[in-house]
């Protein structure tokens, strides 16, 4: 039908949609197939648990509150560290992009910095902090300090000249240079430094847990392992994974709606 | 008679005795890669209250140069520039700059462009609208610039120079990249918004014909450094007709000073 050419089209393009968000299914599905195939036939006994075994775990978990006690706290670990990260790279990236004498006493120390994994600093850390809270807060804060700070300042010395020269003309105060320049202008870089910022506490997180906590996803997956819990470490595992693309997906959005002056497409 | 410029318009606005702008000796010098450019030199040039003067001249004489010293972007290496006899320090609310291209805030509405160029930031709404409607854009407020043609641009632009309520509006070929028909559309409406006005225009411009549509007088710049080569008042009644014979005499005379 010529007439419905449009339609056609459109409904075309949605089956484009939904079959590369199949395609992108498949893979796990075949893994998962796998992983069912091989708990069947008997191989690792003992140490691998079938997917239907996970599943059951899973419920146990949900049942008696424990999972979502794990979550929560590092959750909240994850928010607070986050919050205080982009308190601290935020304005110091700002400051180093508008005064250089400040970027130029520090940059060589944050550059030798930026060269330490988080992790590094983990067993430091819990001779100076214990295993408290401020262990894993300073671990995160340092894990998502970098990206913030410096996709800040590339945000902004990369904001055109030709722009100042408009807030000088409009004579704009130091609030509107902020405010209608500054931040609007380095938005694009400074959104992706927020979100790569909070990845990277996500996945220091993780290893933080491991070593220096009594709660939290990733204690739940050490835990897991001195009870020889395969079934319940899967479980930590998916859920990390899970949590951190629905929080990246949550960035996606949030820059969407930011950022929707730009050309899209 | 009655659509002539006529002089009276002029001295009715002069009883102070300062011009409106006043160069005196103006000369700017760059330093690339380190040697010494001379881009202007020893321009002097007095602009009375509500004339259109256009500066016009080959690229690389100075010109947007010149506009943004008297803009107060830029400060020159000698001589001086007023305001009615004020010594210009800095950009000021008295002067408004349309430059080359728009320059609108890619991230901000049309209207929250112009807000920003109003004293008050649009705590006046009205003033907003009247801006809004004066260049035609009402319906396109809430657009974002990437939305806009070419020519809604520069009148978003011109808007956001006019909102200040400046006495002297400075142009920099803000019609240079638009297409022949939307051009001409533009100066009309600058010539309306010039003669409801009482705004002084500082035009700069390559377009010959523009030049004498539009202004009471014309300043011919040479290249490199740019000094003034010529001045030619415009004596034709308004609205020009581009057309009529004595428009040609114009075109002629112009063409003589730049060559």
């Known amino acids: 039908m010529f007439f419905d050419l449009e339609g056609d089209r459109i409904g075309l393009r949605e089956n484009v949609r939904m079959r590369n968000g199949l395609r992108g299914l498949a893979v796990p599905l075949l893994m998962v197939l ?14 691998l648990p079938s997917p239907w075994e996970v599943i059951i775990t ?13 979550v929560k706290t590092s959750l909240l670990r994850i928010v607070q560290g986050f919050f205080l990260a982009v308190g601290l790279g935020v304005p110091a990236g700002i400051l180093a992009a508008v005064f250089p004498p400040f970027a130029q006493y520090v940059s060589p120390i944050l550059g030798f910095l930026r060269q330490v994994p988080p992790v590094a600093w983990i067993p430091v850390l819990i001779m100076v902090l214990g295993i408290g809270e401020a262990t894993k807060l300073a671990v995160i804060v340092y894990a998502a300090f970098f990206p913030i700070f410096m996709n800040t300042i590339l945000g902004i010395t990369q904001i055109d000249d030709h722009f100042w020269e408009v807030a000088r003309l409009l004579e704009f105060s130091s609030r509107e240079i ?31 847990e491991m070593l220096a906590a009594f709660s939290g996803l990733g204690y739940m997956i050490m835990a897991a392992r ?26 996606k959005l949030l820059e969407g709606y930011v950022l929707r002056w730009q050309n899209r497409e | 008679m009655k659509d002539t410029y006529s002089a009276g318009r002029i001295e009715n606005n002069s009883a102070d005795t300062f011009p409106m702008i006043e160069l005196s000796n103006v000369s700017k010098e760059y330093i690339v890669g380190g040697s010494q450019l001379s881009v202007l030199q020893k321009l002097s040039l007095n602009v009375a209250p509500a004339e259109f003067v256009s500066i016009i001249g080959q690229s690389g004489c100075g010109k947007t140069t010149l506009l943004h010293m008297i803009a107060g972007l830029n400060q020159p290496t000698e001589g001086q520039i007023r305001i009615r006899g004020k010594l210009v320090k800095g950009p000021g609310r008295d002067r408004g700059l349309v430059f080359q291209e728009p320059r609108l805030f890619p991230w901000a509405t049309v209207a929250h462009n112009i807000r920003l160029g109003l004293p008050d930031r649009g705590r006046d709404e009205g003033r907003l609208w009247e801006l809004l409607r004066l260049v035609g854009l009402q319906d396109f407020a809430q657009a974002y610039p990437r939305e806009l043609s070419g020519g809604m641009a520069q009148r978003a632009a011109l808007a956001r120079a006019l909102a200040g309520s400046p006495e002297i509006l400075l142009l920099d070929e803000p019609l240079g990249a638009l297409d022949a028909v939307t051009r001409l559309k533009m100066q009309d409406q600058l010539m309306k918004i010039w003669q409801e006005g009482s705004l002084t225009v500082v035009a700069v411009t390559h377009d010959i014909d523009e030049a004498i549509v539009l202004s009471t007088r014309i300043v011919v710049l040479s290249p490199r450094p740019g000094r003034i080569k010529g001045i030619i008042p415009v004596d034709l009644p308004y609205p020009r007709d581009r057309t009529a014979l004595d428009f040609n005499v114009y075109r002629q005379e112009l063409l003589a000073v730049l060559e």
């Open chain 1, 58 to 70: 899973f419920k146990d978990l949900l049942a008696s509150g424990e999972l979502q006690a794990h």
């Open chain 1, 178 to 208: 902020l405010w209608e320049l500054i931040l609007p202008a380095s938005a694009p870089s400074l959104i992706a430094g927020l979100r790569l910022g909070m990845s990277n506490s996500w996945r220091a997180l993780v290893a933080a």
């Open chain 1, 226 to 251: 001195s009870l020889v819990r395969m079934d319940e470490m899967f479980i930590g595992i998916a859920v990390i994974g899970i949590l951190g693309l629905a929080i990246d997906w949550g960035w």
């Open chain 1, 34 to 47: 796998l992983w069912w195939l091989a708990a069947e036939s008997g191989i690792g006994v003992g140490i």
